[in-house]
């Protein structure tokens, strides 16, 4: 038997990029609220980085997108509601429904919030290196094209029963990506 120390494997990828995304986030609240936006957080960002900045969306829209509950997004709503970043109106195809809308404080918000992502990328670019960042796009891309293909069974969602499904998992990424491709 060895006497020598083992030493520790590599820290697994996923917890390395939840660090980075981690650290994104800390980034962009910091300089949210040194832009006039101090209630926002986290937590909000599955209204901010899905909801149509023009027209607004359902909350169903929203959950879908975002991958979360219906439940989930209406608790986020109601606290933008209030702090007064979004207001709900009618929707005029539906009159049962309601549609999410940023208002005025809330469009800054949401503009401000991309444009601050857009700068942590562009420093990560300097920092990093253009090729590196490029190449995290690229395996984005690649690995959205293969999950809305359905080519990785191992990220597809179970029903419990040994079944694999086309949705569960990818539907939010699918999701994402129509709404991206549909409001460039």
């Not at 995304?21 to 909000?44: F, M, W």
């Not at 209030?82 to 469009?107: F, H, S, W």
């Not at 992502?117 to 090729?131: M, N, P, T, V, Y």
């Amino acid at each position: 038997m060895s006497t020598e120390p083992l030493s520790p494997p590599p820290r697994p990828l996923p917890a390395l990029l939840t660090e980075v995304k981690n650290a994104a986030i800390r980034k962009l609240l910091v300089r949210l609220a040194d832009a006039g936006h101090p209630h926002i957080r986290e937590g909000y960002g599955c209204v901010f980085g899905f909801i149509d900045m023009e027209h607004g969306s359902r909350l169903t829209e929203l959950s879908e997108r975002s991958g979360l509950t219906k439940q989930a997004i209406g608790e986020a709503v109601d606290e933008l509601e209030r702090l007064g970043y979004v207001t709900r109106v009618p929707d005029p195809l539906d009159r049962r429904a309601k549609i999410i809308k940023l208002t005025e404080l809330g469009l800054d918000g949401c503009l401000k919030g991309r444009r601050v992502f857009a700068q942590i990328e562009r420093e990560w670019a300097d920092e990093l290196g253009e090729d590196l960042v490029a190449a995290l796009r690229e395996a984005d891309r690649v690995g959205e094209q293969r999950l809305v293909l359905g080519i990785d069974p191992v990220l597809a969602a179970h029903d419990g029963l040994g079944h694999v499904h086309a949705q569960g998992l990818l539907a939010p990424r699918r999701a994402r990506a129509q709404h991206v491709e549909a409001h460039p």
